[in-house]
């Protein structure tokens, strides 16, 4: 299997900076997503890492190292908007199969 | 309709009941994904659709689950016999030939 941890919840004030971390345990994979999920609404597509390093998209970033079962998420200049549930999912086949982790609650305050 | 869409948005059943889950994908996508989501917990995979083949049923938690995907287009998930351990908000998601999976807003069953 893949097991596949982040931290439960995360604070950070508007304007700084926040990492998101996960881990996996898998013997392969396709691909790592990041999706963003607010309350009571679908996930939504932030970032998608297949090689290892950094894939910059504004003010998100996400990072992939294959060999130390590790990725990030970078949340930079936090917005009030941005307070929602952080989604790292594997891509576990070639069909798109996703096993997801339980997420990590970011909470932006004033 | 440009996204994902399900019906119904909630379902209040009692236990016992049968209940079906109805999924729009996006028009054009060929594979079809059903998720469940139970409260503070992450997407759990339940049943996947690419194009004609074969589905993959291996997430499905019970044989009281099944779905269903019709000309390749709308998907029904049907849940027998309904436990109250089946309250959650079961997501659809659908994906062409990228690899982003797009969303729907999901149906939250209640069984009471």
């Known amino acids: 299997g893949q097991n596949i941890d982040q931290p439960t919840e995360m604070t950070a004030t508007e304007g700084a900076i926040v990492q998101i971390n996960c881990t996996y345990q898998?013997?392969?994979?396709?691909?790592l997503f990041w999706y963003q999920q607010h309350a009571g609404e679908a996930p939504t597509f932030l970032s998608y890492?297949?090689?290892?390093g950094l894939e910059e998209k504004g003010r998100f970033s996400s990072f992939l190292s294959r060999s130390k079962g590790y990725s990030y998420l970078l949340l930079k200049e936090l917005q009030m908007k941005d307070s929602a549930s952080y989604l790292c999912a594997l891509r576990t086949d070639s069909w798109g199969k996703l096993q997801f982790g339980a997420g990590t609650q970011v909470v932006v305050t004033p | 309709g440009a996204g994902v869409s399900q019906s119904p948005s909630n379902k209040v059943t009692e236990k016992g009941k049968d209940v079906e889950l109805r999924c729009d994908p996006i028009s054009g996508h060929t594979a079809l994904y059903w998720y469940r989501q139970s409260l503070g917990q992450g997407l759990e995979f339940l049943i996947y659709f690419q194009g004609n083949s074969a589905p993959d049923k291996s997430g499905l938690p019970s044989d009281r689950f099944s779905a269903e995907r019709t000309g390749g287009s709308v998907s029904t998930l049907t849940i027998q016999r309904t436990q109250q351990e089946d309250s959650a908000v079961y997501l659809c998601a659908s994906r062409g030939t990228g690899n982003e999976q797009f969303f729907g807003p999901g149906t939250r069953l209640t069984v009471l």
């Open positions: 890492n297949v090689l290892d």
């Open positions: 898998t013997s392969g994979f396709n691909g």
